[in-house]
């Protein structure tokens, strides 16, 4: 086994036990937690596909900006423990095998991918390449993107001044 | 040894470098400490610390067993776990950050393997270190979280807002710099700085002739003060009204590891500082023939101090000082010796023009901290939001305005 298939591993373990383990705690900030750790553990597992200024982006927007804002929102709420409750019958009956059906047929489709798939050729430049993609290949829908954020800013804005 | 290097040189190299940076680093940031208390009592007509060895410069020492031995206790309501990570994030984040400072151009022979003064020459090192400093937010946020105490929660409520606001000035306050020399690498980005314009002026991004960065520089250091939480940004704590803010109810070593995240942010944002504004490295003199001395200047800096030591020894009070004092000083006479030795003097070029650079930036940081007074809290936010903020989008523009034009 390579010393990139080990590190692999770890940091694929990692993002699955952060996953779960943000489903299953029952304090708000310690699911938020655990879900800066699968995003740190993605990031690494970018950095291993050599593909640095994604993993650093991965840090900065989802860890460092987006979390920020779930944890300070949960402090300031001073959110409690959740209270647990009883599977529906309708989960218990039929979500549940849903989800294990859909898990098979995930991993046959992935197994049988990714037997075909070759290493991408390893490129210098890697921002240098997004850069390009973004603003002139994709500059439209990229642009029409980012109105579309502000919209929706302006919307929350009216909708959180309406009652003062 | 040298036939395990020969094998695994990234690692054997690697965990060498660490281990010798971060033993200089805690080093620094304990005399941080001791540096920032001398300066503030000479600002305010005092002497600071004094009792333990000579100047206190065993201060540090002393602080340091203090905060091992005393009682740590966790507040009941606390939630141990969180309570626990905080100061672990605070520092072990804090400290990471240096790894990709570059100290020089040179390059050294750790085993019998040539390697640069870098411990992870990464190409986007610039978005590594704000990857961490945006990560820094949740040692501060978390801990006040976690300490069950309502000034801690006001404490990190109000310093993870500010982090959050301040944040964007300070990421945008550096994209004219990285327009400038097109790259995220700091290493690229203090090699474009080389040169001279007219002569005489470096070309360092503050005096770029191209676009120069002057209100990036200034949006930047108000950000990153505000950033490293200190006065007068300094809401986290606010000791009149908040008895301590965030780390109220830490005590012991785990205080210590905030006061030691502290000093490391303040050590990160001023190696940044020089890095992305003024030249990193780079000599402030011009090159030339008739500047061949200027190679000796680290010898002679370092011979001078060590002069000025051992003057200074003669007049000590006690005798324990006179010894100490006097070997520190020839201490730093024999280096400046070895530092005028073919092959040494080229090397320590780089590592002594940036690190007396970012001396400057720190005393300006402790200098900055003892002048001003605290702002409010509406005042702060109205600094970030409607004078940072739009000043450096403004530079942005500018600046990319001026790549374009002029080149």
């Known amino acids: 086994m390579t010393a990139e298939l080990v590190v692999f591993f770890a940091l694929a373990a990692l993002a699955v036990a952060g996953a779960v383990s943000l489903i299953l705690q029952r304090h708000p900030i310690h699911s938020a937690l655990s879900l800066i750790v699968v995003m740190a ?62 898990l098979v047929v995930l991993t046959f489709h992935v197994a049988r991918a990714s037997a075909a798939m070759t290493a991408a050729p390893l490129t210098e430049g890697m921002t240098h390449k997004v850069a390009l993609l973004l603003f002139q290949d994709f500059a439209f829908p990229f642009e029409l993107t980012s109105i579309l954020i502000l919209v929706a800013l302006l919307g929350a804005t009216v909708l959180a001044k309406r009652d003062s | 040894m040298n036939e395990l290097a020969a094998q695994h040189p990234i690692i054997v190299v690697g965990l060498v470098k660490i281990a010798v940076l971060l033993f200089v680093l805690l080093t620094v940031l304990a005399y941080l400490v001791w ?15 004094y009792r333990v060895g000579p100047h206190g410069l065993l201060q540090p020492l002393a602080d340091a067993l203090k905060f091992l031995t005393k009682e740590d206790p966790t507040p009941a309501g606390a939630d141990r776990f969180v309570y626990f990570l905080a100061p672990l994030l605070t520092m072990g984040l804090g400290i990471c950050a240096v790894a990709v400072v570059p100290f020089g151009p040179g390059t050294i022979r750790i085993f019998g393997q040539s390697t640069p003064l870098v411990v992870a020459d990464v190409n986007i090192g610039l978005l590594i270190i704000f990857a961490l400093t945006s990560l820094g937010v949740y040692g501060v946020a978390l801990a006040g979280w976690s300490s ?62 191209t676009a120069p960065q002057v209100l990036g520089f200034f949006c930047y250091f108000i950000a990153a003060v505000a950033e490293t939480n200190r006065l007068p940004f300094d809401l986290a704590e ?70 000025s030591l051992i003057a200074d020894a003669v007049r000590y ?60 809290y509406d005042q702060l936010m109205a600094i970030g939001w409607k004078v940072l903020l739009p000043a450096s989008l403004a530079n942005v523009v500018i600046t990319s305005l001026l790549v374009v034009a002029r080149s």
């Open chain 1, 41 to 102: 553990a993605l990031a690494g597992l970018y950095l291993l596909l050599e593909a640095e200024f994604v993993a650093a982006i991965q840090i900065i927007v989802y860890a460092g900006a987006i979390m920020v804002l779930f944890v300070f929102v949960i402090m300031l709420l001073n959110a409690g423990v959740e209270e647990r409750t009883q599977l529906s019958s309708m989960a218990r009956y039929a979500g549940v095998p849903l989800t294990g059906v859909l």
């Open chain 2, 317 to 376: 009070w006690n005798i324990s000082g006179r010894i100490t004092l006097s070997m520190m000083g020839l201490a730093l006479g024999a280096i400046g010796i070895l530092c005028t030795r073919e092959g040494v003097r080229e090397l320590v070029q780089g590592p002594f023009w940036f690190l007396l650079k970012v001396f400057v930036v720190l005393f300006v940081y402790v200098w900055v901290r003892w002048t001003l007074p605290r702002f409010r």
């Open chain 2, 35 to 49: 540096f920032e208390r001398k300066v503030s009592a000479h600002i305010q007509s005092r002497v600071g610390p």
């Open chain 2, 148 to 209: 069950d105490s309502k000034y801690s929660l006001l404490g990190g409520l109000r310093s993870s807002a500010q982090m959050v606001s301040y944040e964007l000035s300070l990421t945008l306050s550096v994209v004219g710099v990285v327009l400038l020399a097109g790259t995220f690498s700091l290493r690229e980005i203090i090699m474009a700085q080389s040169g001279t314009t007219w002569g005489f002026l470096p070309r360092w991004n503050l005096f770029s002739p």
């Open chain 2, 238 to 307: 606010a000791e009149g009204e908040l008895v301590a803010g965030f780390h109220t109810e830490y005590a012991a070593f785990k205080f210590g590891m905030f006061f030691v995240g502290e000093y490391a942010g303040m050590v990160t944002v001023s190696f940044l500082a020089v890095i992305l504004f003024f030249g990193g490295w780079l000599s402030p003199l011009p090159t030339g023939p008739h500047m061949a001395w200027a190679i000796y200047l680290p010898a002679a800096a370092l011979g001078l101090a060590g002069l």
